[in-house]
């Protein structure tokens, strides 16, 4: 085996130009493969952040009817038993009463739609991480009146700290509900979308101030990352009965999940197109590759060397092509994302608008999975590997006396 | 002890509904310890006899039998081995694997009969010291002579221990030095090591050392002297 590699080895390095040449083409298809999968999953990272993180996240728990109409009438009152059902599974982390509502907010003649949330603020910090948000003011007490508004809210409003919030919307079984509110914060949202109408209260001063004492429109259940979810919602979907149902944030927000897989099919074809560029490129090297050495194999096999031997040392030329390819690429790629990740692309322009429009940052986001890389990795191995059919077949369809002459 | 025997051998080729007789009924006999050449003009045969006495090519007819095993009998992979292991080939254009040194072309055939190491070594160092190739061991082809090259190739066709060694006009790229050179080794290797030697030839230097010379002319043996 060892003459064999070695063989191989000193093989592909006969004509230098052409197998760096090869293993160039592997190097940036391997690149710009990684490269556009960590931009790709950047993305659907942050979109799955936003949605999780600082919004929904990974399960929650409604009254059954809630999704369907959300409506404070289709709200719940508190149950210390649910709660503890579920914190019984060592998976969660921790679950989170809120209590959410829709209203309009106003300040002098301005006035704008917003999203009333009723927290627990030293718990739903723990999930969205808003205390660390703040960007004046400061966070909300255990009991406090007063609301901490997204940024863009309290510039439209022009509303600073300790200004007052009136908010007007409809309570528990349709009582009208008013109320005025000293602002103790300003919060930058993660989701430009949420930033623009955030409005957050302490829970029990949101079910005062929407006559539902006691109520919850949900129980935000939180587990580590999407696999423990996938793994529990079945379980937790047969263990959470009528009058309660139990969704996943991919439930929830299925049109985050189509984008996502809209565009990440979008991505494999593209990947497909340059794998099927590499793989001719290989090929073409190793079908040059074997035409001008019929002679030397015909010569090889006449004085002994079976042609099974000879088809393990062209097919380990093969990988040496691939496998210097993808190693060079991948040496070059992870510390390329690995800054990348630390320093998103700021975007400009049209494109930035349009991505706050849909409630994104407007930041072009590098995700440092370990997938970026592997599946890059495997995927050209891979297409080395089919490549190296083609000088196992050769090779054992060489005909030496043919061979011998070159043909 | 006859080492190749070869019974009404043909070889016919097909060419447009023309049969051509390439072998046309081949009678022969060798002994170990033999140094035969085998000349005729071009298109006489001689390598398409060659061929079929190095298990390289398929007779249309007939029978050879290397060592006591009917070679048409075997089939490919078991020809590939019955090769490695009995017959040694020296060629034209010497042949060597471009990427070895001279000592790993040697040590190559051994390689592939699964010798041990040390033995490998031994033999390498020894066979290129027979050839006159010490302290030369460590060069590519590319950097040896044509006559060194095709010295390595003779180093190489002996490294497995053949039964015969078959040489396919071995000096035809050879000055006339370096052709001398050849020759004397190889003469010396087979007086010395009892080794039998067949050469396809035009060169009538090699005519001149062998000690027995078959002619073919038309796919026949026309005629077999012994000196």
């Given at each position: 085996m060892k003459t064999n590699l070695k063989l191989a080895w000193r093989n592909i390095w006969r004509n230098k130009r052409r197998t760096l040449i090869t293993v160039a083409s592997i190097f940036f298809g391997v690149l710009l493969s990684a490269y556009m999968t960590s931009m790709q999953e950047g993305s659907y990272d942050k979109m799955v952040d936003i949605v999780v993180k600082f919004y929904s996240g990974y399960m929650q728990v409604h009254q059954e009817d809630y999704w369907e109409n959300k409506s404070i009438n289709n709200s719940f009152d508190y149950d210390q038993a649910l709660v503890d059902q579920l914190k019984k599974h060592s998976e969660i982390d921790f679950v989170i009463p809120r209590l959410e509502s829709f209203g309009l907010a106003s300040a002098g003649e301005l006035t704008r739609g917003t999203a009333i949330f009723g927290i627990v603020p030293d718990v739903e910090t723990q999930l969205t991480g808003i205390a660390s948000k703040i960007v004046s003011g400061k966070y909300l007490q255990t009991t406090d009146d007063g609301v901490v508004i997204g940024e863009g809210l309290a510039k439209y409003l022009k509303l600073g700290l300790s200004d007052t919030l009136v908010i007007i919307t409809q309570g528990y079984h349709g009582v009208s509900a008013a109320g005025k509110f000293p602002i103790r914060g300003i919060i930058k949202h993660a989701s430009p979308e949420l930033n623009k109408s955030i409005v957050y209260m302490e829970l029990k001063t949101c079910q005062s101030f929407l006559n539902a004492e006691n109520k919850l429109t949900s129980l935000v259940v939180n587990v580590a990352n999407n696999d423990v979810m996938n793994r529990m919602l079945k379980s937790l979907k047969n263990e959470i009965k009528s009058p309660y149902s139990i969704m996943s944030w991919e439930e929830m927000q299925p049109e985050v999940v189509q984008q996502i897989e809209s565009d990440r099919a979008g991505g494999i074809l593209m990947k497909a197109i340059l794998y099927i560029v590499i793989a001719f490129g290989i090929f073409g090297t190793i079908m040059m590759m074997i035409a001008e050495r019929r002679r030397e194999f015909g010569v090889m096999i006449s004085i002994g060397m079976q042609k099974r031997k000879l088809s393990v040392i062209l097919f380990f030329e093969t990988l040496f092509i691939g496998l210097l390819g993808i190693a060079s690429g991948i040496a070059v790629t992870l510390p390329l994302i690995l800054i990348q990740a630390q320093n998103p692309i700021p975007l400009t322009g049209q494109t930035a608008k349009l991505m706050e429009d849909f409630g994104f940052e407007p930041y072009m986001f590098f995700s440092t999975a370990p997938e970026v890389f592997w599946q890059q990795a495997i995927s050209v191995f891979l297409l080395t590997m089919l490549v190296g059919i083609y000088p196992v077949i050769a090779a054992r369809r060489i005909k030496e006396i043919k061979a011998l002459h070159g043909t | 002890m006859n080492v190749i025997e070869v019974k009404q051998l043909e070889k016919v080729y097909n060419d447009s509904e023309v049969k051509v007789y390439a072998l046309n009924g081949v009678d022969l006999t060798i002994e170990e310890g033999e140094f035969t050449a085998i000349v005729g003009p071009s298109g006489s045969g001689k390598t398409t006899f060659l061929n079929m006495l190095g298990g390289l090519d398929q007779p249309t007819s007939g029978y050879i039998s290397i060592g006591g095993t009917e070679?048409?009998?075997?089939?490919s992979s078991q020809l590939i081995n019955f090769r490695l292991n009995n017959i040694g080939f020296v060629f034209q254009a010497y042949n060597l694997i471009p990427v070895l040194t001279a000592k790993e072309n040697v040590e190559f055939i051994m390689h592939l009969q699964n010798q041990p190491k040390a033995e490998r070594e031994s033999r390498t160092m020894a066979l290129l010291k027979a050839v006159g190739l010490e302290g030369r061991e460590n060069s590519r082809p590319n950097k040896l002579s044509g006559g060194q090259q095709q010295r390595v190739a003779v180093a190489r066709a002996l490294a497995s221990k053949p039964k015969f060694v078959l040489a396919d006009e071995p000096t035809a790229n050879l000055d006339s030095k370096s052709t001398e050179n050849l020759l004397e080794i190889m003469e010396e290797l087979n007086k010395k090591e009892n080794i039998t030697f067949v050469f396809s030839t035009h060169d009538q230097r090699v005519v001149n050392k062998a000690r027995r010379v078959l002619t073919l002319e038309d796919g026949k043996i026309i005629s077999d002297v012994r000196k």
């Amino acid at each position: 085996m060892k003459t064999n590699l070695k063989l191989a080895w000193r093989n592909i390095w006969r004509n230098k130009r052409r197998t760096l040449i090869t293993v160039a083409s592997i190097f940036f298809g391997v690149l710009l493969s990684a490269y556009m999968t960590s931009m790709q999953e950047g993305s659907y990272d942050k979109m799955v952040d936003i949605v999780v993180k600082f919004y929904s996240g990974y399960m929650q728990v409604h009254q059954e009817d809630y999704w369907e109409n959300k409506s404070i009438n289709n709200s719940f009152d508190y149950d210390q038993a649910l709660v503890d059902q579920l914190k019984k599974h060592s998976e969660i982390d921790f679950v989170i009463p809120r209590l959410e509502s829709f209203g309009l907010a106003s300040a002098g003649e301005l006035t704008r739609g917003t999203a009333i949330f009723g927290i627990v603020p030293d718990v739903e910090t723990q999930l969205t991480g808003i205390a660390s948000k703040i960007v004046s003011g400061k966070y909300l007490q255990t009991t406090d009146d007063g609301v901490v508004i997204g940024e863009g809210l309290a510039k439209y409003l022009k509303l600073g700290l300790s200004d007052t919030l009136v908010i007007i919307t409809q309570g528990y079984h349709g009582v009208s509900a008013a109320g005025k509110f000293p602002i103790r914060g300003i919060i930058k949202h993660a989701s430009p979308e949420l930033n623009k109408s955030i409005v957050y209260m302490e829970l029990k001063t949101c079910q005062s101030f929407l006559n539902a004492e006691n109520k919850l429109t949900s129980l935000v259940v939180n587990v580590a990352n999407n696999d423990v979810m996938n793994r529990m919602l079945k379980s937790l979907k047969n263990e959470i009965k009528s009058p309660y149902s139990i969704m996943s944030w991919e439930e929830m927000q299925p049109e985050v999940v189509q984008q996502i897989e809209s565009d990440r099919a979008g991505g494999i074809l593209m990947k497909a197109i340059l794998y099927i560029v590499i793989a001719f490129g290989i090929f073409g090297t190793i079908m040059m590759m074997i035409a001008e050495r019929r002679r030397e194999f015909g010569v090889m096999i006449s004085i002994g060397m079976q042609k099974r031997k000879l088809s393990v040392i062209l097919f380990f030329e093969t990988l040496f092509i691939g496998l210097l390819g993808i190693a060079s690429g991948i040496a070059v790629t992870l510390p390329l994302i690995l800054i990348q990740a630390q320093n998103p692309i700021p975007l400009t322009g049209q494109t930035a608008k349009l991505m706050e429009d849909f409630g994104f940052e407007p930041y072009m986001f590098f995700s440092t999975a370990p997938e970026v890389f592997w599946q890059q990795a495997i995927s050209v191995f891979l297409l080395t590997m089919l490549v190296g059919i083609y000088p196992v077949i050769a090779a054992r369809r060489i005909k030496e006396i043919k061979a011998l002459h070159g043909t | 002890m006859n080492v190749i025997e070869v019974k009404q051998l043909e070889k016919v080729y097909n060419d447009s509904e023309v049969k051509v007789y390439a072998l046309n009924g081949v009678d022969l006999t060798i002994e170990e310890g033999e140094f035969t050449a085998i000349v005729g003009p071009s298109g006489s045969g001689k390598t398409t006899f060659l061929n079929m006495l190095g298990g390289l090519d398929q007779p249309t007819s007939g029978y050879i039998s290397i060592g006591g095993t009917e070679i048409s009998q075997l089939s490919s992979s078991q020809l590939i081995n019955f090769r490695l292991n009995n017959i040694g080939f020296v060629f034209q254009a010497y042949n060597l694997i471009p990427v070895l040194t001279a000592k790993e072309n040697v040590e190559f055939i051994m390689h592939l009969q699964n010798q041990p190491k040390a033995e490998r070594e031994s033999r390498t160092m020894a066979l290129l010291k027979a050839v006159g190739l010490e302290g030369r061991e460590n060069s590519r082809p590319n950097k040896l002579s044509g006559g060194q090259q095709q010295r390595v190739a003779v180093a190489r066709a002996l490294a497995s221990k053949p039964k015969f060694v078959l040489a396919d006009e071995p000096t035809a790229n050879l000055d006339s030095k370096s052709t001398e050179n050849l020759l004397e080794i190889m003469e010396e290797l087979n007086k010395k090591e009892n080794i039998t030697f067949v050469f396809s030839t035009h060169d009538q230097r090699v005519v001149n050392k062998a000690r027995r010379v078959l002619t073919l002319e038309d796919g026949k043996i026309i005629s077999d002297v012994r000196k």
